[in-house]
């Protein structure tokens, strides 16, 4: 369970949510179990192009880098618009060819962890108990959706 090690402590630097060869730069997600599956949780709120892009993906692979690396690619990738430019392209990065069925990676990461969609679900303002959560990420009324992915597998990649 390294991996898991691994993403908890980069997930705050970053890592590559990946749907169709499009690269977008989250920091929340969570690890659980869920119907008696491994599942990886994953939030993108619904102005992003990966949330159009996950309407009928139905798969998703979170690429994580080496803790502490990748940064200009995480900021870039974080605040560019995969309506407005191929940002792989633009980075001159490369696809890690899925191995479990789930999306491709992004090149040059530790791990991917493939995951299918089980679940998704529009988080709604009025069911946070926390209103300063509500005030301090929703206020312009972007909300997230949580999509569940059960693990299909992970791969480190050679190094």
């Known amino acids: 369970m390294d991996w898991m090690h691994e993403t908890i402590k ?5 890592a590559f949510l990946m ?9 929340w997600a969570q690890f659980g ?10 939030y993108v709120r619904e102005s992003r192009y990966t949330h159009l892009l996950l309407a009928d993906a139905g798969t998703f692979t979170v690429s994580v880098p080496e803790y502490g690396t990748m940064s200009e ?14 940002k792989m392209r633009a980075l001159s990065a490369g696809l890690f060819a899925n191995r479990f069925g ?9 791990y991917h962890i493939e995951c299918r969609i089980l ?21 312009d009324g972007d ?5 569940v992915g059960e693990i299909l ?3 480190e990649e050679p190094e």
């Not at 869920?34 to 949780?41: D, E, Q």
């Not at 679900?121 to 946070?128: A, F, H, S, T, Y």
């Not at 909300?143 to 999509?147: I, L, S």
């Open 10 to 14: 980069q997930l705050p630097k970053g």
């Open 19 to 27: 749907v169709k060869g499009n690269p977008m730069t989250i920091g």
């Open 33 to 42: 179990i869920i119907w008696g599956k491994k599942t990886f949780t994953v």
């Open 73 to 86: 690619a995480l900021a870039f990738c974080g605040t560019r618009s995969g309506r407005d430019v191929d």
């Open 102 to 110: 789930g999306q491709d990676g992004f090149a040059g990461c530790r």
């Open 119 to 139: 679940f998704r679900q529009d988080l709604n303002e009025d069911r946070i108990e926390d209103k300063t959560l509500v005030d301090r990420y929703y206020a």
């Open 143 to 147: 909300t997230h959706t949580m999509y």
């Open 153 to 155: 597998g992970v791969t």
